[in-house]
């Protein structure tokens, strides 16, 4: 059976940092994209950072880029999202997703092409 269990969501000040965890089992993390996605209450879920960790690409959106880092652990089947300089407009709910794919490119983004998500962590950014 498939699991994805995200954590380390929080309330946290504008300027600081967190970092998220995506804990997954009943599949090989090497061969698997792993995503994180974020959304906002009214919002659309947008596409955050991607990992393949067989080759160890990496994708971030345009409004992380820089501030965060995806990195995973495969021996502990985690990944992980480092948060830094977080600002108010990073807040929502964020997931982790599972993509049976060892190549993603310029899709990485796109949400309907995983196939397996988890029940998100809340991160909330105040000013």
């Known amino acids: 059976e498939v699991q994805i269990v995200e954590s380390g969501g929080g309330l946290v000040l504008a300027g600081g940092s967190l970092r998220l965890s995506c804990v997954v089992s009943?599949?090989?993390?090497?061969?698997?994209?792993i995503g994180w996605f974020r959304q906002a209450p009214g919002k659309e879920r947008e596409g955050v950072s991607c990992?393949?960790?067989?080759?160890?690409?990496?994708y971030y959106s345009d409004s992380v880029k820089g501030r965060f880092t995806i990195s995973s652990d495969n021996a502990k089947n985690t990944v992980y999202l480092q948060m830094n300089s977080l600002k108010p407009e990073d807040a929502g709910v964020y997931y982790c997703a599972a993509q049976n794919s060892l190549f993603v490119g310029s899709s990485w983004y796109i949400g309907y092409t995983y196939d397996y998500w988890g029940q998100g962590t809340q991160v909330t950014v105040s000013s």
């Open positions: 990992i393949t960790t067989r080759d160890g690409s990496t």
């Open positions: 009943g599949f090989t993390l090497n061969d698997y994209a």
